[in-house]
């Protein structure tokens, strides 16, 4: 069964790169998009076996709209650790850094319409369908690092960067799997995507605020503790449930 697990998902995951791959050789917006698309779709078709009615089993809680706080504070979190990381490491590295993700955008309503589409395709396949196929196999950590792993390998052609993409599925499997939520998981992820487009635009124009070591090691330390919050707020307020208990 572990064997096959792990087979299904590397197939996925090659399914979906070979699409994100074809993407980037298309230049029309909506081509590429089309692509993007039918790729995530196909990869997750093929991990529930063609038909969405098999989707992995799931507890299904309460949804806990409380948790919407935490959450944001956690996301802001990680949005100043994936912006403040790479920047320590061009600085370390005499390096030029300029984060500026918003150059390309030529359309604003069409590109965030398209990302709400995106995210949830996103959360649908990297949560719903992966996270939670194996956290019913395998348990709670091999599922959060693992989905978290996959999540940073379907970011391989994205500009997103690896790391971040990492610390992302981190976080946002912990989210999905702790309240059991693909809603707020989904909330999460828009409001990083939205946070992260628009912060780094605001960041990348006062430099000169934050250009020394101290101030970056001092924010990125920031950042991790409020993702620490984030984590014990919501593991304090769920009560556990019966799939954790093989973690």
């Not at 299904?8 to 029309?28: P, R, V």
């Not at 692509?35 to 806990?64: C, H, M, Q, R």
């Not at 194996?134 to 500009?159: M, T, V």
Request: net charge positive.
């Amino acid at each position: 069964m572990t064997n096959r697990l792990y087979l299904n998902l590397f197939i996925s995951l090659t399914i979906l790169l070979i699409g994100y791959y074809s993407a980037t050789e298309i230049t029309t917006y909506w081509g590429n998009k089309i692509v993007n698309i039918t790729s995530i779709v196909l990869a997750s078709l093929f991990l529930t076996g063609f038909s969405f009615k098999n989707l992995p089993k799931k507890v299904d809680l309460e949804i806990y709209y409380k948790y919407l706080f935490p959450i944001s504070f956690g996301i802001i979190g990680l949005c100043l650790l994936n912006y403040f990381i790479p920047a320590l490491v061009y600085k370390l590295m005499d390096w030029n850094f300029n984060n500026d993700i918003l150059k390309s955008i030529t359309n604003l309503p069409r590109f965030l319409i398209m990302m709400v589409l995106s995210v949830f395709l996103e959360e649908l396949y990297y949560r719903r369908i992966i996270a939670q196929k194996i956290l019913n196999e395998k348990g709670f950590r091999k599922s959060i690092w693992l989905s978290a792993l996959a999540f940073c390998i379907g970011h391989f052609f994205s500009s997103t960067g690896l790391l971040s993409a990492f610390l992302g599925g981190l976080v946002l499997g912990y989210i999905f799997l702790k309240t059991k939520s693909l809603m707020l998981s989904f909330i999460a992820h828009l409001i990083y995507n939205y946070t992260t487009y628009f912060g780094a635009l605001k960041l990348n124009e006062n430099t000169n605020l934050w250009n020394s070591y101290l101030i970056i090691y001092f924010i990125i330390l920031i950042g991790l503790l409020m993702i620490a919050i984030m984590f014990y707020i919501i593991k304090k307020w769920k009560p556990k449930v019966e799939t954790e208990s093989r973690s």
